[in-house]
Structure formats: structure tokens, C-alpha cells
């Protein structure tokens, strides 16, 4: 038996509450991770404004990295003592979309995360004897977290917790579209709408695949500024700016080689297709309500264009997280500036208040610190 802190969001629209949890047993599979840094993302806040449905009460986080505490039964890939991050894409191995490379849609996983469970189809968690649900296989807004060992990858014990949980999702999501998914050719246009967590790691993506011309789009001056030192070479998207015209001139009058999508807004997805080059890749990374209809001026859509639609960039967890964190550790990926607050459990709503109101790239919860 352990028990431990976490924040529990007890029904849509309310604030978390810390509660204290209890995980009677570790099952086969199973690893307890002690949580030392949670990233705060959206995809939280959309369950907390109820975009996205989940049962309630329940545990979000999905951006998690700690240290390995114990393991159940079976579990071969790590050990205690472990540095690892959490990925909330685990899978099962061996079902019909894992069997095809497509581990993203791995059918246990699509079925039993979106009701709260674990892979095997039950939860962990309880609080006073009543059970209490998962969030993305992960639940990382807490002191302590169960995870499949799909769901546990071990990273140098150099780079910093707080540092490494980000790789678990926005991290992940930008650099791998840019480099693993559209695989960005050296010398081409790019351009990402939208500079936030994902946005902003695109850019360094498509800086890391060496892409020749990096356009950063974006309303707000100061994150145009900020994909800058991600390494943009032109931003644009203020108010008065043309940016149809602005990234065609940039361009050769074709538009840009790729275009990743980072917004989340029915705007972004309608202008990434009309800056998309005749041939390009479009890849739309951010999301709406999952029920609202989005639209496009079908004469954007012409000239063999790529769409795809993107939830972790082409995630391949054991591969992609080491090989994040050593570039962190040497010195080829920012990290350090994606933070803009670090919050004890405590202060979890701050975060997401500051979310809401745009103030912050990430909010990192430490949830051993004291408030």
C-alpha cells in the first residue's frame, strides 16, 4: 500500500483539489514512478472546461518524469532507481495497428484510456475507498504514478526533471512532426502556425533536420520574438500582416516546403493549406472540439497536396525520448526556455489560470516542493 498526493479534478469545470490517493498493489506490468516534474498542457485544460470527455473524479498529467520506485511482475525494460519519462502513448505490442508500426492506435490503449483504465482495463487509483481514474495511462499531476512499462522510458540521469518531463508530449510532438513524421529536408521552407509548447518545438525540429528557411506565425509579439531563439528566421502573423503574402514572398512566390499546423484554431488549419506549397506537407498538430467542423477554400486544397493529422509526431517512445534528452545534453535542443513557471502541487490552478489567459509556454509542477 501507498499513499501519496495528487490533484484530482472531481467534475468539469471545477478546480483540482488535492486529495490523497492510495494504489493498494503494483500488477503485472506495472511501474510505480516516483513523480519529480509534471508539465501542465492543454489537452489538461480541455478536460477540466469539458472539450474533452472523460469520467470523473480523475487524475490528469500526461507530461511526467521521475524516478522508478518499484515494478511489477514481468516488467524487464527498467528497474528501480531509474530516471524515465512517461510517454501517455504506451501500447500493447502486438494488436492489429501495433503489428502495422501504427503503435499511436494501439487498440488497447484507444479502448481503455479514454474510460480512465490502464491498458488491462482497470485503475489504480482510490481515494476513501472509491476509485479514481487515470488520465492518459499517466496521471503525472501527483506525487506518485502507475504506468505500463510501454509507458516508462528510461533517460540519462543528467538532464534535469523538469526538463525531461517535457519531452513526454509537446517536446515529443513538435521536434518528432518536423524530423521523424514529415522528415524535413535540408535546405527546405518551413513554416508553423502557432508558437506555443508544440509550435515553438517544430521550429527546432525543422532547425534540427536542417531546413533552410524556418517562418514562425503567430498574434502574439512576444512569441514571434521567442521562436526566434528557437531558431525562426522570419516571424510574421500580427494583426495587419499579410501572411498568405508574406510567406509566398519568402518562398519563391510558392509557398513553403511544410507547414505544421500548432494553433488548434479552425483559422490555423484553414491558413496552413493556403501556405502550403503546391506538393508540400501539411501537418496539422493542434486540435478543436472534437465535434466542430472546420473548413478550407477547396482551391487551397489543389496541386497534390500532403495533409496528415499528427497526435506525438511519429513517436517511437524508447528511440525518441533518449535521443531527445542527449540532445538537450548537448546543447542542440532548448528546453530550458519552454518553462516559463515552476508551481508546487499545491498551486496547480495558478498554472492553468496563467494557461488560460496565454502567459506561459509551460507551467512545470514540482510536486514534492513545498507551497
Known amino acids: 500500500m501507498i499513499e501519496f498526493d495528487a490533484a484530482v479534478l ?4 471545477r478546480r483540482l483539489e488535492i486529495r490523497r490517493m492510495r494504489i493498494a498493489r503494483l500488477e503485472r506490468d506495472d511501474v510505480l514512478v516516483r513523480i519529480m516534474a509534471s508539465g501542465l498542457c492543454h489537452t489538461d485544460l480541455e478536460v477540466i472546461d469539458g472539450a474533452l470527455a472523460y469520467p470523473m ?10 524516478v522508478v520506485e518499484a515494478v511489477g511482475e514481468g516488467v524487464t525494460e527498467v528497474k528501480a532507481g531509474d530516471h524515465v ?8 505490442g502486438h494488436c492489429f495497428y501495433c503489428e502495422r508500426n501504427q503503435p499511436i492506435l494501439c487498440e488497447p490503449f484507444t479502448f481503455h484510456q479514454p474510460r480512465g483504465h490502464l491498458l488491462d482495463g482497470k485503475s489504480r487509483l482510490t481515494c476513501e475507498g472509491a476509485t479514481v481514474h487515470h488520465f492518459s495511462v499517466v496521471s503525472s499531476h501527483a506525487q506518485y504514478a502507475v504506468v505500463p512499462q510501454s509507458g516508462a522510458i528510461a533517460v540519462p540521469k543528467e538532464i534535469p526533471f523538469d526538463r525531461a518531463c517535457l ?4 517536446v515529443m510532438t513538435g521536434v518528432g512532426a518536423a524530423v521523424r513524421l514529415a522528415r524535413v529536408e535540408p535546405g527546405a521552407s518551413v513554416a508553423v502556425i502557432g508558437c506555443g509548447a508544440v509550435g515553438l518545438n517544430a521550429v527546432q525540429g525543422a532547425r534540427l533536420a536542417g531546413a533552410g528557411t524556418v517562418i514562425a506565425i503567430d498574434r502574439a509579439g512576444g512569441r514571434r520574438d521567442l521562436a526566434r531563439t528557437f531558431g525562426a528566421d522570419l516571424a510574421t502573423g500580427a494583426p495587419d500582416d499579410d501572411v498568405v503574402a508574406f510567406v509566398k514572398q519568402a518562398t519563391g512566390g510558392r509557398g513553403a516546403d ?3 499546423e500548432a494553433a488548434g484554431s479552425a483559422d490555423g488549419f484553414r491558413l496552413g493549406a493556403e501556405i502550403v506549397r503546391p506538393g508540400g506537407d501539411l501537418v496539422f498538430l493542434g486540435k478543436v472540439n472534437v465535434d466542430r467542423d472546420v473548413a478550407f477554400r477547396w482551391g487551397a486544397l489543389m496541386g497534390e497536396k500532403k495533409i496528415t493529422r499528427s497526435s506525438y509526431g511519429g513517436a517511437r517512445p524508447r528511440r525518441d525520448f533518449p535521443w531527445l534528452a542527449r540532445a538537450y545534453l548537448d546543447g542542440r535542443l532548448n528546453l530550458d526556455a519552454l518553462i516559463s513557471a515552476r508551481v508546487p502541487l499545491e498551486r496547480i490552478n495558478e498554472g492553468f489560470d496563467a494557461m488560460r489567459h496565454g502567459d506561459c509556454i509551460r507551467t512545470v509542477v514540482l510536486p514534492w516542493d513545498s507551497p
Open 10 to 13: 472531481p467534475a468539469v469545470g
Open 85 to 92: 519519462v512517461c510517454s501517455w502513448n504506451p501500447h500493447c
Open 167 to 170: 519531452i513526454g508530449c509537446g
Open 57 to 66: 473524479p480523475i487524475v490528469l498529467g500526461h507530461e511526467g518524469a521521475g
Open 258 to 260: 511544410y507547414v505544421f
